[in-house]
């Protein structure tokens, strides 16, 4: 909002009886100016006003879409709990749903995928009052990597309004800490295997360096889990690309079948030609005898 134009005039001081005081202040900014700059200086200052307007009106607006996603966020809530008891009797969901999503697999290391084996569901829970802030919870089976049943990381707006996070603290198990793994294969790998190595997809719930530009949290929440069927749903590439050299191939032995037979009719083509010439000749003998 613009703030209001404040009058640049000198207050007035008392003058001689022969010179009446001006009351300059009640004059508008625009007063003075030549016709052109006057017509833009009113115009700046009523497309103030109506911005103020517009301004308003986009506030009003933002209180009323909260309160109608607060609305539907406790009307989805019954159809997500139903969601997740289908997840659970299938095998190996949400790592396959991971995976197959393009962001979050280029996170997942080897090892990061055999322990998200062990992952049988995914929550994700936004703060009454939306604007605050959200909540992403893992549960997992008994596993070899760590004793936590659930891993959790949420994300809110502190009281300066300042965005932050905390997770659960991972306890891992000897010598099962994927974390310090990944940055000792870095070290020893070469400068072109770290650039291909990511780093542990379970370091992102230790780094709270950037909690208002979360990208990993922000793809779960608002694309994954909205509707994490899809990327489940994602066919194998690997298969896709065996398909289509298979329908390459078939497509060359195609195309040499067909060159062949037209190889063969041009030859039949020539035969022909050949036993029509033979006829006229033997007519033209015929015809001197």
């Given at each position: 909002?613009?703030?209001?134009?404040?009058?640049?005039?000198?207050?007035?001081?008392?003058?001689?009886?022969?010179?009446?005081?001006?009351?300059?202040?009640?004059?508008?900014a625009?007063?003075?100016?030549?016709?052109?700059?006057?017509?833009?200086?009113?115009?700046?200052?009523?497309?103030?006003?109506?911005?103020?307007?517009?301004?308003?009106?986009?506030?009003?607006?933002?209180?009323?879409?909260?309160?109608?996603?607060?609305?539907?966020?406790?009307?989805?809530?019954?159809?997500?709990?139903?969601?997740?008891?289908?997840?659970?009797?299938?095998?190996?969901?949400?790592?396959?749903?991971?995976?197959?999503?393009?962001?979050?697999?280029?996170?997942?290391?080897?090892?990061?995928e055999?322990?998200?084996?062990?992952?049988?569901?995914?929550?994700?829970?936004?703060?009454?009052?939306?604007?605050?802030?959200?909540?992403?919870?893992?549960?997992?089976?008994?596993n070899?990597?760590?004793?936590?049943?659930?891993?959790?990381?949420?994300?809110?707006?502190?009281?300066?309004?300042?965005?932050?996070?905390?997770?659960?603290?991972?306890?891992?198990?000897?010598?099962?800490?994927?974390?310090?793994?990944?940055?000792?294969?870095?070290?020893?790998?070469?400068?072109?295997?770290?650039?291909?190595?990511?780093?542990?997809?379970?370091?992102?719930?230790?780094?709270?360096?950037?909690a208002g530009?979360?990208?990993?949290?922000?793809?779960?929440?608002?694309?994954?889990?909205?509707?994490?069927?899809?990327?489940?749903?994602?066919?194998?590439?690997?298969?896709?690309?065996?398909?289509?050299?298979?329908?390459?191939?078939?497509?060359?032995?195609?195309?040499?079948?067909?060159?062949i037979?037209?190889?063969?009719?041009?030859?039949?083509?020539?035969?022909?030609?050949?036993?029509?010439?033979?006829?006229?000749?033997?007519?033209d003998?015929?015809?001197?005898?």
């Amino acid at each position: 909002m613009a703030p209001k134009r404040q009058s640049a005039l000198l207050p007035q001081s008392k003058k001689p009886k022969s010179v009446p005081a001006a009351k300059l202040d009640d004059k508008p900014a625009s007063l003075g100016l030549p016709k052109g700059e006057k017509e833009q200086q009113e115009a700046i200052e009523h497309i103030d006003e109506v911005q103020n307007e517009i301004d308003r009106l986009n506030e009003q607006a933002s209180e009323e879409i909260l309160k109608v996603e607060q609305k539907y966020n406790k009307l989805r809530q019954p159809f997500f709990q139903k969601r997740s008891e289908l997840i659970a009797k299938i095998p190996n969901f949400w790592v396959t749903t991971f995976v197959n999503h393009p962001q979050v697999s280029a996170l997942l290391g080897e090892e990061d995928e055999e322990a998200l084996h062990y992952l049988t569901r995914v929550e994700v829970t936004e703060f009454e009052d939306i604007k605050s802030g959200y909540r992403i919870d893992f549960y997992f089976d008994e596993n070899p990597y760590f004793e936590n049943k659930v891993l959790s990381k949420e994300f809110h707006l502190n009281e300066s309004g300042d965005p932050s996070s905390k997770s659960t603290e991972i306890k891992w198990k000897s010598g099962k800490d994927l974390t310090k793994r990944s940055s000792q294969t870095q070290n020893k790998a070469s400068r072109k295997r770290q650039h291909e190595e990511p780093e542990s997809f379970f370091t992102w719930f230790t780094d709270h360096s950037d909690a208002g530009a979360d990208e990993l949290g922000e793809v779960i929440k608002d694309d994954i889990w909205p509707n994490p069927l899809q990327y489940y749903l994602v066919p194998d590439m690997d298969d896709e690309e065996g398909e289509a050299e298979d329908d390459d191939d078939d497509d060359e032995e195609e195309e040499g079948l067909e060159d062949i037979d037209e190889e063969g009719d041009e030859d039949e083509g020539e035969e022909d030609e050949d036993d029509d010439e033979g006829e006229e000749g033997e007519e033209d003998e015929g015809e001197d005898d």
